[in-house]
């Protein structure tokens, strides 16, 4: 990708923290260029309107998401080293949250985006499937036929409406707690595949929870 002038990085950033504060369908082009205290006409020349920035922001989060997707657990035994990868992915959906907020809506009015969020998701399915696969290979979880391919597009249908969800049940905390929690909730899916140890997982995790949204807090 080419190098970004600083006035076209100001734009990206101010439409993103606009976006995903005030509700992506509340702001136009015009909004955009109010805060940045220039004209709409200034901004049209850098950006061909609000649709153009959207397709921008989301190629910067495809690109952010797939380092983060590629990037190896380092312990993927250990529960902690699960804990903070599934985080890091929630905490990038989080960044650009305002796709996954007006998802529908979004996508009909840029239908262009529609393939390539279909795309994404499918390397976040590909992505949980390794890691499955990574704990069913040692040993640690058990699957019958197509349960592991079932179980990661569940995982990854969770990873896109945990925020929306949040949101219209009003839970409470911080953008780190909702995430915890996605991630608690998101890994307590996995606990019946645990066998024998199934019941002894579920508590290291709901411990695990506590200990993360107590250092939150």
Same mark, same amino acid.
């Given at each position: ?21 005030? /509700? ?6 015009? %909004? ?28 910067? *989060? ?9 990037? &190896? ?7 902690? %080293? ?17 796709? *996954? ?32 696969? /990574?704990?069913?290979?040692? /040993? ?33 905390? /911080? &953008? ?18 645990? +066998? ?11 411990? *695990?929870? %506590?200990?993360?949204? +107590?250092?939150?807090?």
């Amino acid at each position: 990708m080419a190098a970004r002038s600083k006035t076209k990085e100001k734009i990206l950033s101010t439409t993103l923290a606009l976006l995903n504060n005030e /509700g992506e369908i509340n702001i136009s082009s015009v %909004d955009i260029a109010a805060v940045m205290e220039i004209s709409p006409g200034n901004l049209y020349y850098h950006y061909k309107g609000k649709d153009a920035i959207i397709a921008e922001l989301f190629a910067d *989060f495809e690109n952010e998401l797939r380092q983060v997707l590629a990037a &190896p657990v380092n312990k993927p035994m250990a529960l902690e %080293d699960n804990w903070i990868y599934l985080y890091i992915i929630f905490e990038e959906i989080n960044d650009f949250r305002f796709f *996954f907020l007006n998802l529908t809506s979004l996508l009909e009015r840029i239908p262009e985006l529609r393939p390539k969020f279909a795309r994404l998701l499918s390397l976040i399915q590909q992505a949980f499937e390794r890691l499955l696969s /990574g704990l069913e290979t040692s /040993g640690h979880l058990s699957f019958r036929t197509n349960e592991k391919s079932v179980l990661s597009e569940r995982l990854t249908a969770h990873f896109t409406y945990w925020l929306p969800y949040a949101s219209l049940r009003g839970l409470k905390g /911080g &953008p780190k707690t909702i995430i915890h929690e996605g991630v608690y909730a998101a890994l307590t899916q996995i606990t019946p595949h645990w +066998g024998n140890q199934s019941e002894p997982y579920a508590e290291l995790l709901k411990d *695990f929870l %506590d200990e993360q949204v +107590g250092q939150v807090g």
